[in-house]
């Protein structure tokens, strides 16, 4: 059978553009390569052209608008919030205080001066001319006594002593003490100033020798005085004789002068009434009358057991007791440290016409005072110095003057000779604490007549650094630390503390 030679026979070759074509097979590649990827191009940072022409876009412009707008918002946001919490955050409320709870009282009797008048003048008289003085030293009120005979009716309320000078004299001392800013409390203890009932024992209507009293309380009132002191003692001493009291003194009082009753307590409690207002201030002794001398230990209970009283009504602190001389300043810095108002006993170191008098002059042949008279004049400015500082120191520390109290137990860390010795061991360091939001104030009292120093571990809540406010012998200044304090015999130290690394 012959072959076919068509196109489509065994053999034949396909033509050209057919896929079975010879000539398409023999020029494809065995393998196709696969297609080579696209150069990738590395990341580089814009030039500074390019990226002044980018922050230039509108893009860029709208980005830091915003974060200018957040951050402002933001810096409000905390400055509201730091407003918020100290408005809303707890702070003390200063009090309101009556010019009888600022005040510093010194009281004196006006014949004393008599006595240490070296010309003879009248002691009303040399009071009237240390008033400035007086006012210059901080004292905001004079109590006088001894301006009425004890037990004197009261048809003899507005008659002073003789001995003490004529009624215009007593006058004139509380015209000018009233000028200078000073008030006057007339001390009326165990003067009689209740009057029996009338004979018909009517208790409803006074008699008349009670009409007497209240026009001679009536007398004083108009001559400017400010109050009046009793005892706790007196007759007067009652709710219905305090309340007419207080008629009287309704008359008199205004906003800025309002009259006062003081009460000096010569008891241990002082006898309760229904209505405590009737009672402006408390006079108090820190000590307990005797007739000598106290010791150390008895002195330092005495002060341990008020430091810890309680107090109800105003107070108005006096020394009382007797004590050594050598405690004298110690407890003058008590008492300008305690909450209430001092009432300070004539003090003859302050008197302006003894410091005076020490200057005197030297005896023939001798160039030099005698070192007696130079101690005596060291000693009397060094106690108008401390009465000083203590007082303007307290007149212008809130937390002096109507501060928080707290009572510091000391642990005593005496030595172990002593304490294992069967002598008794020494009074402990007194302390307590005046504070006033984030103002302290330190008072240490060493009793003793050794030094002791202060255990590291007695407070340990208390900022451990402070500044020297005040010491008995003034010779205590700059910062201090409290772990390395050491007191000396019967000194007393106001420190005021603070943080570290803060004055506040």
């Known amino acids: 059978m012959p072959l076919n030679a068509g196109d489509t026979g065994y053999g034949s070759v396909p033509g050209p553009g057919l896929v079975?074509?010879?000539?398409?097979?023999?020029?494809?590649?065995?393998?196709i390569p696969e297609e080579e990827p696209e150069p990738v191009q590395l990341w580089q940072p814009m030039s500074k052209e390019e990226l002044e022409a980018a922050a230039g876009g509108p893009g860029w412009r709208k980005v830091r608008c915003y974060l200018v707008v957040l951050f402002w918002l933001a810096w409000v946001a905390m400055?509201?919030?730091?407003?918020?919490?100290?408005?809303?955050?707890?702070?003390?409320?200063?009090?309101?205080?009556?010019?009888?709870?600022?005040?510093?009282?010194y009281k004196l009797q006006p014949d004393v001066l008599t006595d240490k008048q070296a010309e003879g003048s009248e002691g009303i008289t040399a009071l009237c001319e240390q008033i400035p003085y007086l006012k210059s030293l901080g004292i905001g009120a004079l109590i006088l006594d001894g301006l009425f005979d004890k037990g004197a009716s009261p048809l003899n309320v507005t008659v002073a002593g003789v001995r003490l000078g004529t009624l215009p004299q007593i006058e004139h001392l509380i015209t000018e003490s009233n000028k200078a800013g000073l008030k006057v409390v007339l001390d009326i203890c165990e003067v009689d100033l209740v009057a029996p009932q009338d004979v018909e024992g009517n208790a409803d209507r006074p008699s008349n020798m009670s009409a007497t009293v209240h026009q001679g309380l009536r007398f004083w009132?108009?001559?400017?005085?400010?109050?009046?002191a009793i005892c706790d003692t007196d007759a007067a001493y009652s709710e219905k004789t305090l309340l007419e009291w207080r008629a009287v003194f309704t008359e008199f009082n205004t906003q800025e002068e309002e009259r006062i009753v003081v009460v000096k307590q010569t008891r241990d409690f002082l006898p309760p009434l229904n209505n405590a207002t009737l009672v402006d201030v408390v006079m108090r002794s820190i000590l307990p009358h005797s007739n000598g001398n106290m010791s150390t230990k008895d002195i330092a209970d005495a002060i341990e057991k008020d430091l810890q009283r309680k107090e109800d009504t105003w107070p108005s602190w006096t020394i009382g007791g007797k004590a050594s001389p050598d405690l004298k300043k110690l407890l003058l810095v008590l008492m300008m440290t305690l909450p209430g108002s001092p009432a300070v006993q004539y003090d003859e170191d302050l008197d302006q016409r003894q410091n005076v008098s020490v200057r005197v002059v030297s005896p023939p042949g001798e160039n030099m005072p005698s070192e007696s008279n130079t101690d005596k004049e060291?000693?009397?400015?060094?106690?108008?110095?401390?009465?000083?500082?203590?007082?303007?120191?307290?007149?212008?520390?809130?937390?002096?003057?109507?501060?928080?109290?707290?009572?510091l137990p000391f642990n005593s860390t005496t030595n172990s000779s002593i304490s294992n010795s069967t002598s008794p061991s020494p009074p402990p360091i007194l302390a307590f604490l005046r504070s006033w939001g984030c103002v302290h104030f330190l008072v240490l009292l060493n009793v003793g007549s050794e030094p002791h120093a202060l255990d590291p571990a007695w407070a340990p809540r208390l900022p451990k650094a402070g500044?020297?406010?005040?010491?008995?012998?003034?010779?205590?200044?700059?910062?201090?630390?409290?772990?390395?304090?050491?007191?000396?015999?019967?000194?007393?130290?106001?420190i005021k503390l603070f943080e570290s690394g803060s004055y506040s």
Not at 80 to 89: D, E, G, K, P, R
Not at 221 to 228: C, D, T
Not at 470 to 476: G, I, K
Request: hydrophobic share 45%; glycine share 6%; proline share 5%.
């Open 467 to 494: 500044v020297f406010m005040t010491s008995t012998e003034m010779d205590r200044l700059g910062t201090t630390a409290l772990e390395s304090l050491e007191l000396q015999p019967h000194e007393a130290i106001v």
């Open 378 to 407: 060291k000693k009397k400015r060094l106690a108008v110095a401390l009465f000083s500082s203590l007082s303007h120191s307290r007149a212008r520390e809130e937390a002096l003057l109507y501060g928080s109290f707290t009572f």
């Open 20 to 31: 079975g074509s010879v000539g398409a097979t023999e020029s494809a590649p065995l393998l």
């Open 79 to 105: 400055l509201a919030t730091s407003i918020a919490i100290i408005v809303m955050s707890p702070r003390p409320v200063p009090t309101q205080l009556r010019w009888w709870q600022k005040s510093l009282f």
């Open 221 to 228: 009132l108009q001559q400017g005085v400010a109050g009046f």
